[in-house]
């Protein structure tokens, strides 16, 4: 695994400067439109890779808020998922926009764990027909490094009050109540993970094991199972969108070209890079 991070590095290390000149050159001579179409109305805003902060995401969703010429939201979704409490985050601010205005989810590729629960308060959630949604669940990960320790000669030295003050320790394996302190903790987000996905898409919580239970559905699956509303393309998504908020001219809101060279690096460094958690720390 090391091996592999190291190469993937590496990599970037020798490619970065060159993605990064190229992108910028060619936003800067992309052409823009040169048609007047009057004043923006509808806005785009992307959650796209490994959810790990939510500032950005939750600062457009703030702008979109209180720009009163703003009439609805398209949120492009595209990410695997990432830690718990961004991603609460994002569905609570989109909770909070939808209440001013109409916004419509559309999975574009992946809507899976955090990224989906950025989702469920949506007006609608679309996806497309080869995205893949679902993955409700919670995973908590650390290796046990105190084989490798032993072999190079080094040794843990912990001082620490409280019994469970060492709960997820990467240096030796887990006592038996610290797995169960970390299990009570996954599953406290678990349910509310399901309790939460269960109330804003009006289904029932007994039957989790249907929708939930961390499993990942094609769109028409989870159109079946209840968690999506509708299986189009972005185009269709677009003009639901326009109708929900009553625009008949729809007028994009168009980013600056250095927010689409930020926005196409963060997807391409999320691409290449794992996701990554320090100490011991839940996630969806």
């Known amino acids: 695994m090391l091996e592999i991070v190291s190469k993937v590095i590496k990599w970037i290390g020798q490619h970065f400067l060159g993605m990064l000149f190229l992108l ?6 992309m052409p823009r439109s040169t048609q007047d179409k009057g004043p923006e109305n509808l806005q785009e805003i992307k959650l796209s890779g490994n959810i790990i902060d939510a500032d950005k ?51 574009g590729g992946i809507m899976a764990s955090g990224s989906y629960y950025s989702s469920i308060h949506a007006s609608k959630i679309i996806a497309n027909p080869g995205a893949m949604i679902g993955s409700i669940g919670v995973i908590l990960q650390s290796p046990n490094v105190e084989e490798l320790m032993g072999r190079v000669g080094i040794s843990a030295q912990t001082v620490k009050q409280g019994a469970y003050k060492e709960t997820g320790t990467f240096t030796r ?28 898409r009006g289904l029932r919580v007994e039957d989790k094991a249907i929708y939930a239970d961390a499993h990942i559905f094609m769109a028409h699956k989870a159109k079946e199972v209840g968690l999506i509303d509708e299986v189009a393309t972005k185009s269709i998504a677009k003009k639901e969108l326009a109708k929900l908020a009553g625009v008949k001219n729809p007028v994009w809101k168009e ?14 460094l999320s691409t290449y890079l794992p996701f990554v958690s320090y100490g011991v720390q839940a996630k969806f």
């Open 24 to 29: 910028i050159a060619v936003m800067m001579f």
């Open 57 to 107: 995401v939750l600062k457009e969703i703030e702008g979109a808020k209180t720009n009163s010429r703003i009439k609805g939201v398209l949120f492009t979704v595209n990410s695997p998922g990432g830690a718990v409490t961004p991603s609460i985050e994002i569905a609570y601010a989109i909770k909070e926009l939808k209440e001013v205005k109409p916004v419509i989810a559309y999975a």
């Open 173 to 200: 394996k887990w006592t038996k109540e610290e797995r169960k302190e970390l299990e009570e903790v996954t599953g406290d987000a678990y349910e509310l993970f399901v309790r939460d996905v269960a109330e804003a």
């Open 255 to 268: 980013k600056s070209k250095i927010d689409i060279i930020i926005e196409e690096m963060d997807a391409k």
